[in-house]
C-alpha cells in the first residue's frame, strides 16, 4: 500500500507506519524519484532543520552511547531522548494542523441527523483548508479520510480504532534527515569513547615473564 508516494501498511491498531528498505539508506545513494519520497527538501523541512535543531540532535547523540542506549529511553514509563525531542519538533514546525479537520469531521460522523449514502460523502471543512471523504457501507461500517489543501492525506478514520495521523512527505523527510544526522553522530560518539578505551588500556609489550625480579 502506498499514501503520499510513501510504502507502508497499517498495523493492528489503525496507524500508517511507513516501510521499505529505504528506511535505512543514506539520502545519497537514492534517486530522488524512488517511492517519491527523496524529492528536493521542501523550505518547511529545511527551516525545521535549523542550526539550533541540528546541534540539540548531535548533543544527544553523543550523550547517549555512555547511557547504554540509541534514540530512545523510557523514564516513568514516557519516552524520552532523541525520537521524543524530534517528534515534538516536527509537531511544531512540520506536521500539519489535524486537530480543527479531525474534530469537524467527527462531529458530522456523530451527528445523528446526516444521512450517509453507500460508499464516498465529500466534505469541504470549514476554516481548515481541508477536504474529506466519508464511507459508510455494511461491511466496514464507518471510514474516513482527511486531505490538505495540495491533496495530501494526512488522517484516517476506522470504527475500530478511531482517528490516527498519515504522515506526509514533509514529516516522513524531515524524521529521515533527523535520523541520519542522529546516527552519524551517535557513530562518532562510539568511536571516541572505543578509541579513549583503547589509549586507555596498558600496553603489553615483550616477554611477560621480563616483568618479575627473579631473586637467587
Known sequence: ?????????????GSYRATGRTANCPA?????????????I??????????????QIKAQARADPAKGRYMDGYDSKQRTGFSAMRDAHMKQFVSPDRAKPTSQVSAAIN????????????????????????????????????YDRNGEMIAGYRDSCGWFDVPTKDETRFQYES????????????????????TAAPAVSGDASASFDVKA
Request: aromatic share 10%; hydrophobic share 40%.
Open 28 to 40: 545519497s545513494k537514492i534517486s530522488v524519484s524512488e517511492d517519491g519520497l527523496f524529492e528536493p
Open 42 to 55: 521542501s523550505k518547511k523541512v529545511s527551516g525545521a532543520l535549523s542550526d539550533e535543531y541540528v546541534e
Open 179 to 198: 535520523n541520519h544526522i542522529y546516527r552519524e553522530a551517535y557513530k562518532a560518539a562510539e568511536a571516541e569513547i572505543a578509541a579513549a578505551k583503547q
Open 111 to 146: 451527528d445523528p441527523k446526516r444521512v450517509w449514502h453507500t460508499g464516498a460523502n465529500l466534505l469541504d471543512l470549514l476554516d481548515s483548508l481541508c477536504t474529506a471523504k466519508v464511507f459508510h457501507g455494511p461491511m466496514f461500517g464507518t471510514t474516513a479520510e482527511i
Open 1 to 13: 500500500m502506498t499514501i503520499n508516494g510513501i510504502p507502508g501498511a497499517f498495523n493492528s491498531y
